[in-house]
Nanobody
Framework: QLRVAESGGGSVRAGGSLTLSCGAT??????????MAWFRQAPGQEREGVAV???????TYADSVKGRFTISQDRVKNTLTLQMNNLKPEDSAMYYC????????????????????WGQGTQVTVSS
């Protein structure tokens, strides 16, 4: 079983920055790899993928955040970070870290069905 927890949300003005962090733990410990990604959901909208990084270190971003957000990952510690710069009011949402176990390398995208375990979410609010 995976346990996922995010932190780092908050309220900022447009143009500001925030860093989100996520950690995933398995119980019991497993040799399987943990694939992780960031999603977000604004009120009244569907949950959407924000960023993911594959096993080779190649990131994939939603078009709306390209050039402003940066994802990084520590595969040994199973931690995921999202650096968000030049935030816009439309970035306001609940941000979720998603994870899933894999018996092979992680080459998953930003589809909801690729992940089985989710954190509680951390709120990001950007004011104009």
């Amino acid at each position: 079983q995976l346990r996922v927890a995010e932190s780092g949300g908050g309220s900022v003005r447009a143009g500001g920055s925030l860093t989100l962090s996520c950690g995933a733990t398995t119980s019991p410990a497993t040799h399987w790899r943990v694939c992780m990604a960031w999603f977000r959901q604004a009120p009244g909208q569907e949950r959407e993928g924000v960023a993911v990084m594959d096993h080779d270190g190649n990131p994939t971003y939603a078009d709306s955040v390209k050039g402003r957000f940066t994802i990084s990952q520590d595969r040994v510690k199973n931690t995921l970070t999202l650096q968000m710069n030049n935030l816009k009011p439309e970035d306001s949402a609940m941000y979720y870290c998603a994870a899933g176990l894999s018996g092979s390398y992680c080459y998953r995208g930003l589809e909801l069905y690729d992940y089985t375990d989710w954190g509680q979410g951390t709120q990001v609010t950007v004011s104009s």
